[in-house]
């Protein structure tokens, strides 16, 4: 299982399970432990297409609440 969390810098990130710290590209170390997850799923890729989709919903709120309506 991969889980994606956020930093407090509000990038959202994945780890593999059991993963006890990761570094974000602000330079924060992270407790994976400590973070709330915001999802779960079974595979890398899955992780990372969640991360874009997380990234799209702060960055550009728009054309990430009208991708599920085509
Ligand atoms: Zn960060």
Known sequence: ???????????AMYAKEG???KKCVCGKNLKVKERRILVKTETAEEASE??????????????????DKI
């Open 19 to 21: 993963t006890a710290r």
């Open 50 to 67: 969640m991360v874009r989709k997380f990234q799209e919903e702060k960055y550009g709120g728009a054309v990430f609440t009208t991708a």
């Open 1 to 11: 299982m991969y889980l994606v969390f956020r930093c407090d810098c509000g990038r």
